[in-house]
């Protein structure tokens, strides 16, 4: 079983360019988790490869368990996949809301990265209603799938 020590949590969210992953220093202790990034689960595919070339072994988690390792204080800092900020917030990959939200409560830093610009704000229905070729909901379910989220600057303190 996988055991964390008290804020021994780096968490990452969205799909970062390769410059960004490069500015992450992963320091003895500190584990570096990527949340799975649904629909398309391309954040955990792509920000693993880049720290398993490193040779630092990440640990990918569903998106919604973040609430549980904020909980059991495990998370030191949160990095988020920015598209754009000004004053007032960011666009960042969908799922950034509630993680920069859990982070004010908790007292844990946000750090905003480039993140890969997205082609479409709304992601494919079957990206929602399948997970690598498996049905996860029957095919009539309505789907609401979208790719980034505004978080305002309150969160980002």
Known sequence: MLE???KSIVLLQGVLTQGALAKIKHKGGVRIV????RPTLRAGEHNSRYFLDKRITP?????NMAGFLFYKSYVKEVV????YADRSGALCDSGALILAVLAQKHKVPVRLLDGEHKKHFLGNPKDLLTI???ASAPAKTLV????VEWVPVKYLK
Do not use: N, T
């Not at 990527?34 to 990034?37: M, P, Q, S, V």
């Not at 988020?80 to 598209?83: G, P, S």
């Open 4 to 6: 964390f020590k008290e």
């Open 34 to 37: 990527i949340c799975e990034g």
């Open 59 to 63: 640990v990918i988690i569903c998106d």
């Open 80 to 83: 988020l996949a920015c598209q």
């Open 132 to 134: 690598k070729g498996m």
């Open 144 to 147: 609401y799938a979208p790719l």
